[in-house]
């Protein structure tokens, strides 16, 4: 057992020297995205031997009590993080936002939903909700190429949920001001929870793909709270029952043992740099930094509406087409990873999650300004 111990703790030095010269990668990818260097390093010792257990966390049981220590400790920080009480339940599942598209009208669409539609996966999640009964779209901006957020709207008192996407990856747009409503409000914060300080407790149900500002592909966070569920009269698929999932403790069905874990080193990370606050703080000086450039200069133009712009993902297109070839050179060689644009809009597209250092958005600045010098 010595020299195995031996042998993981040189793989463990290793990864470790390697990680920074990979880091030095800008990466702006929409997701998988950035996530920060420490939960690299912790989750890279991890996969090799899982606090000094001589197992990786990618082999321990999901029934251990190492790992039971983790996801307890993920789902207390989560609604901790979240600023909810124990009338709410942190879930952490599997399937990704996408199953939550139809795991929310299986448990809470009785006869009438109603959706404001501001993008491609507010469409899917409506898309979903209509296998299930009557769906009202009460707002959209889709005739005007979801360019900005709709404010004009009635929500109906009799609908059983209202579902909103808090931010709009593709088209880089954003909810500033959360509706205020008397039926139960649910969103997808896929794209930018924890990013900002709101308060969460406005939401009933809550669900994010891990994979942007939450840590590694694989989970996905639920915060429901529990009185809303136990309503409808349909028999619900077991696993994509909430009450069993929280039943069981998100332990229904094997859980994704690493991404679990990620979650719970980024939740940490969270707590270090200060709380959301500080977290909001960041994010608003690297987009306002970005959104500056953009503004200022001539050849790049912004997507969103300004009133509505992401704080997460940062839309924009050149004016001329015909350099694309020249811009695209300038970004690669600045070392810039993940600027293209959804194939759906094209473009370009800077994702600016929590983990992204200002010091990256600098440099695609720089390469912006360069680029306007050389034209």
């Known amino acids: 057992m010595q020299r195995i111990h031996t042998q993981t703790e040189a793989l463990n030095q290793l990864s470790v020297c390697f990680l920074p010269n990979i880091m030095k990668k800008h990466n702006f990818s929409a997701g998988p995205s950035i996530l920060p260097q420490s939960v690299f390093e912790k989750a890279s010792k991890a996969v090799l031997n899982f606090e000094d257990s001589g197992l990786s966390i990618l082999e321990i049981s999901h029934r251990s009590k190492e790992f039971l220590n983790v996801i307890e400790k993920a789902r207390t920080l989560a609604l901790q993080t979240a600023g909810l009480d124990d009338s709410y339940e942190a879930l952490f599942l ?37 296998l299930f009964g009557n769906v009202a779209i009460i707002a959209s901006s889709k005739a005007d190429g979801y360019k900005y957020i709709p404010k004009d709207f009635n929500i109906p008192p009799d609908a059983d949920y209202l579902h909103i996407t808090t931010n709009n990856t593709i088209y ?172 759906n809009l094209g473009g370009y597209r800077a994702s600016i999650y929590n983990a992204m250092p200002i010091e990256s958005v600098q440099v695609l600045v720089d390469v912006l300004q360069e680029f306007e010098k050389n034209s």
Not at 113 to 127: M, P, R
Not at 323 to 342: C, P, R, V, Y
């Open 172 to 343: 880089g747009t954003q909810f500033h001001d959360i509706p205020n409503t008397n039926i139960p409000l649910v969103a997808d914060m896929s794209s930018d929870i924890f990013s900002r300080d709101i308060d969460y407790s406005k939401f009933s149900l809550i669900y994010a793909g891990s994979q942007k500002n939450l840590g590694a592909s694989g989970s996905t966070m639920v915060l429901v709270k529990k009185d809303i569920l136990g309503k409808v009269s349909r028999k619900i698929p077991s696993i994509l029952d909430y009450q069993n999932q929280i039943q069981s403790e998100s332990m229904f069905n094997t859980p994704t043992t690493f991404s679990v874990y990620v979650n719970l080193l980024v939740l940490q990370w969270i707590q270090e740099q200060g709380g959301i606050k500080n977290i909001e703080k960041r994010n608003k000086a690297k987009a306002e930094l970005l959104y500056n450039e953009i503004d200022r200069n001539p050849l790049v133009e912004g997507y969103a509406a300004k009133q509505d712009r992401s704080l997460m993902n940062v839309s924009f297109f050149l004016k001329d087409p015909s350099m694309q070839e020249k811009f695209d050179t300038l970004w690669k060689n600045a070392n810039i990873s993940g600027l293209k644009g959804h194939r």
């Open 94 to 130: 599997h399937g990704g936002a996408s199953t939550q598209f139809l795991s929310v009208p299986y448990n809470l669409l009785k006869k009438k939903a109603a959706y404001i539609d501001t993008g491609t996966w507010s469409s899917k999640a409506l898309n979903e909700a209509q």
